[in-house]
């Protein structure tokens, strides 16, 4: 009785906070159209690049614009600003309210954005999916294996950078405005989770630091398992290599780590956090 409680409780969360996104449908209407414009303009930019080289590489071509394709789908689905979120709640005061709620804070705000995620997933990407196929021709993966582990590892992702957006969130406990880090957070994720260009396109010396980074593991690795893009592999995963495990295998472990990761630093910094809170407002 007390499991199904905590199930219909989450499911309630995730469920209203479904159809309070149905109301802002234009919202995501803009947004499903700005990430279509811009998948247009990685497009034509990469298209370019490649037509201009003296062997023109019709395969390594299609599956750049395929990867960017899919990191695009990928940062629409599982990117909200969770921080903005819980900055918002903090200056306003209404942290006291979800703070004596039947569900922690933490699993309040996940299975809110869960909602949120599968209203995108069903108004948003499944267009922007049939538009990337049928405009600008990506590879639509055929082999059921990989479309499972891609779906599984875009999960982890989710879990992955929900919980990195949660830690920048609790910055705005200390500072109260939380808009700047934000502003930090998306910028080092465009440039250092291969959202705006493929880990593979930087040097060498930068490659190997960046794939070191828990943000390639955020959405670099389910763009590279569905468009077949390889990078060097990286300490994680060179220590999975050593215990046998060298398939794609390797790659969800490696998500699964840097969870297991953040899941201590967040549970350290929330119980400093709650210490010290401060509600501003009513």
């Known amino acids: 009785m007390n499991l199904k409680y905590k199930f219909e409780k989450c499911f309630y969360i995730s469920y209203y906070a479904f159809k309070q996104s149905s109301t802002y449908w234009m919202n995501n209407f803009l947004s499903m159209l700005s990430s279509i414009i811009f998948i247009a303009i990685v497009y034509y930019i990469w298209t370019a690049v490649y ?154 010396s930068i490659q190997k630091i960046l794939i070191n980074l828990p943000f390639q593991a955020m959405y670099n690795i389910p763009a590279s398992i569905y468009s077949g893009l390889t990078y060097r592999v990286n300490i994680i995963q060179h220590f999975l290599i050593v215990l046998g495990i060298n398939s794609v295998v390797k790659y969800l472990l490696e998500q699964i780590i840097w969870i297991f990761i953040f899941s201590l630093i967040t549970f350290l910094c929330w119980r400093i956090v709650s210490k010290k809170i401060v509600v501003q407002g009513g």
């Open 51 to 204: 037509s201009s080289t003296n062997n023109f590489n019709f395969i390594a071509l299609n599956k750049t614009i395929t990867y960017v394709c899919v990191i695009t789908i990928i940062n629409q689905i599982i990117s909200r600003n969770t921080e903005m979120e819980i900055g918002a709640k903090v200056i306003n005061g209404n942290i006291s309210i979800d703070l004596i709620r039947p569900i922690n804070f933490f699993g309040y705000l996940f299975f809110n954005r869960v909602g949120v995620v599968f209203f995108n997933f069903v108004f948003s990407i499944i267009p922007l999916i049939f538009t990337a196929k049928v405009i600008f021709k990506i590879d639509i993966v055929k082999d059921i294996s990989t479309l499972v582990i891609t779906i599984t590892s875009v999960l982890l992702s989710f879990i992955l950078v929900y919980m990195f957006e949660f830690l920048v969130g609790l910055v705005s406990f200390w500072t109260t405005q939380v808009f700047g880090v934000s502003l930090l957070k998306s910028s080092l994720i465009n440039l250092l989770a291969g959202l705006t260009v493929p880990l593979t396109f930087y040097p060498e």
